[in-house]
């Protein structure tokens, strides 16, 4: 069977990026050999084609993934936007199908806020058309008389990355700067020495120059359009490095037009890459084809981290740019790892041994982990407890949404300790009162898993590989006749726990075997004298 998994790359990359996935650093390495298709500025159709047997997708704005693209991708596990802006993906059906989606936030920042703080210089100096009539032989001193940044007041609207920093650099030029951005604290704006504006229409009218910085999605679509436009004083500037969209390329033309703003530069538009003719010859518009995160420096960042978050990601990690997993606090504790590694593990054990329809999971951790901790190993627990029993690709994406549809509820627990010994202990339960079973694991000292309880037997078993869990009535000659059982097809035995209630009474073994076991191995072992039920748990 063909392991590769395929990397399909639309957008053009720094080397950097594909280096990195070349030669997967020895930290990073995955089992999988990857096979790179990279088609930087490929056609839509030919996308269209290459997606259907991709695993991972690498793209940047001009590629929009959307659901047919989505859908076309049958196998596609992860997206990664090696940019900021997400809204060219549709991320809510990337969940739904348990596609996980990251991005690099923070790499392009400085970029994009020196291109903004480029067209205002260029804005308010003139100087892309001085250029122009000088390289032409024209020496006009008088006709590109400009305007002073300093002392002039911009008002920032979403104050995140790019915002903070286009604000300090306004700071540098003796600007006043005010924002607009409700979901962030009045400790962000202290912290920036930024006045906050508790309105956008507050600080339409304070301002001097707009400068949009909010990602656009269904609440920014058309938040500026001529109205808004038309409540900053007459001859004010308007600058776009965010996403075009979030002010109406009409009302801003109308207002260029009748001379009301009296300039705009704009880097990013509503139709990428054929903008609004108007707009991009309008002689107080200044114009650059989306190249905001277009510099050397913010494309290795983009690179070098979008390389690793699919490495990160292909290896079962924690990934530190998610866009679509939900509640997630980005973790990259050791410890929380592996005991969400194990947790995984403990609940695809209970997801093979019970017979009933379960109702309520419940998972008790004993660890030194915080509150928020708890939210990965409730996703570790459903993905190690679906995965088994769903067709549907489980993810710590879709694995909550999937859980939930089943009408099962989940439960976590946590008692925090500071041991060496960190303990889990999973219950499924039915909606019958002796509907339960419980499957106990333990991580020592970060790093040795055990699993060491089914229901009311003990063991101490290594979770790996594949597992024969056998039931049967505690009598002379039972692991003899199992042993030579196995022997006869051929099934090598790596570890053999027996458990029983009391002698004589009832006993549990889990035999930890090598290499894979033929479904009818498992049938005639059943059949055995004094074997009560034996099942494989496989996919550890
Ligand atoms: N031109 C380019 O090449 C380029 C480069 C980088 C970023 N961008 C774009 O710039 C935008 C900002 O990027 P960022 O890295 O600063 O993102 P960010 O997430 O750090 O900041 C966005 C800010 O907008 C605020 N916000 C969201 N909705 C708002 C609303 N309705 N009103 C006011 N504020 C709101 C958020 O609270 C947040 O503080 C994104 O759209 C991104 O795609 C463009
Ligand atoms: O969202 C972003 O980060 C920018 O728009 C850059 O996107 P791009 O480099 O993929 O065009």
Redesign the pocket.
């Known amino acids: 069977m063909d392991k590769s998994v395929k990397i399909l790359i639309t957008g053009k990359l720094h080397e950097v990026a594909l280096n990195l996935l070349n030669n997967q650093p020895l930290e990073l390495s995955v089992t999988e050999s990857l096979n790179i298709v990279y088609l930087p500025d490929a056609p839509r159709d030919v996308i269209l084609k290459e997606i259907e047997d991709t695993n991972v997708l690498i793209s940047r704005?001009e590629t929009d993934v959307d659901a047919t693209l989505l859908r076309a991708g049958k196998n596609l596990r992860i997206v990664a936007r090696a940019?900021?802006?997400y809204?060219n993906i549709d991320c809510d059906l990337a969940t739904e199908l348990g596609i996980l989606v990251v991005n690099t936030?923070?790499k392009?920042?400085n970029?994009?806020a020196e291109?903004t703080i480029g067209l205002l210089l260029s804005l308010l100096r003139k100087i892309p058309a001085a250029h122009s009539s000088t390289s032409e032989g024209g020496w006009n001193r008088h006709h590109f008389t400009g305007t002073e940044l300093g002392g002039k007041t911009i008002g920032i609207?979403?104050?995140?990355?790019?915002?903070?920093r286009v604000a300090k650099f306004a700071k540098g030029f003796d600007m006043n700067v005010i924002a607009?951005?409700?979901?962030?604290s009045d400790e962000v704006f202290r912290r920036n020495s930024t006045e906050r504006k508790n309105t956008?229409e507050e600080l339409l009218a304070e301002s001097d120059v707009l400068s949009i910085?909010?990602?656009?999605?269904k609440?920014?679509k058309g938040?500026i359009t001529e109205v808004e436009l038309k409540k900053m004083r007459k001859g004010s500037y308007v600058l776009n490095?965010?996403?075009g969209g979030i002010i109406t390329e009409k009302g801003l033309l109308k207002t260029l037009n009748e001379g009301y703003i009296a300039g705009a530069g704009i880097?990013?538009f509503d139709n990428e890459p054929k903008p609004l003719k108007e707009l991009i010859s309008h002689p107080n518009v200044i114009v650059t084809p989306?190249?905001?995160?277009?510099t050397l420096e913010a494309q290795y960042r983009i690179g070098e981290t979008i390389a690793i978050q699919v490495l990160k990601a292909l290896r079962g990690e924690i990934v530190d740019y998610p866009v679509n997993l939900p509640h997630v606090s980005l973790l990259g504790s050791g410890d929380l790892r592996k005991i969400s590694v194990l947790t995984e593990k403990t609940a695809h054990v209970a997801a093979q041994i019970f017979d009933f329809h379960p109702s309520l999971i419940k998972l008790n951790v004993k660890a030194g982990l915080s509150k928020e901790d708890l939210q990965i190993l409730k996703l570790s627990c459903i993905k190690g407890f679906l995965s088994h029993a769903s067709d549907e690709f489980v993810s710590y994406v879709n694995a909550e949404r999937l859980l939930s549809r089943r009408g099962i509820q989940i439960e976590v627990n946590l008692n925090n300790s500071t041991s060496s010994k960190n303990e889990i202990l999973l219950e499924v339960f039915g909606s019958n009162a002796n509907e339960k079973i419980s499957v106990g694991a333990v991580l020592y000292d970060g790093q040795l898993e055990r699993l060491c309880s089914i229901n009311d037997f003990l063991f101490e078993i290594e979770p790996n590989g594949d597992l024969i869990i056998m039931q049967n009535h505690d009598r002379p000659g039972v692991i003899g006749d199992v042993g030579s059982y196995l022997a006869k097809h051929n099934v090598n035995i790596a570890q053999f726990e027996l458990s029983r209630n009391r002698r004589g009474g009832m006993a549990m073994s889990l035999i930890r075997i090598d290499g894979e076991l033929e479904s009818e191995v498992i049938s005639g072992l059943r059949k055995l004298p004094n074997l009560i039920s034996a099942r494989l748990v496989s996919g550890l």
Do not use: C, F, K, Q
């Open positions: 704005s940019a900021v802006g809204g936030p923070g392009n920042t970029s994009a291109l609207v979403g104050l995140g990355n790019v915002g903070h607009y951005d409700p979901y962030i956008l910085h909010v990602p656009l999605n609440e920014t938040m490095a965010a996403r880097d990013t989306h190249i905001g995160a277009s």
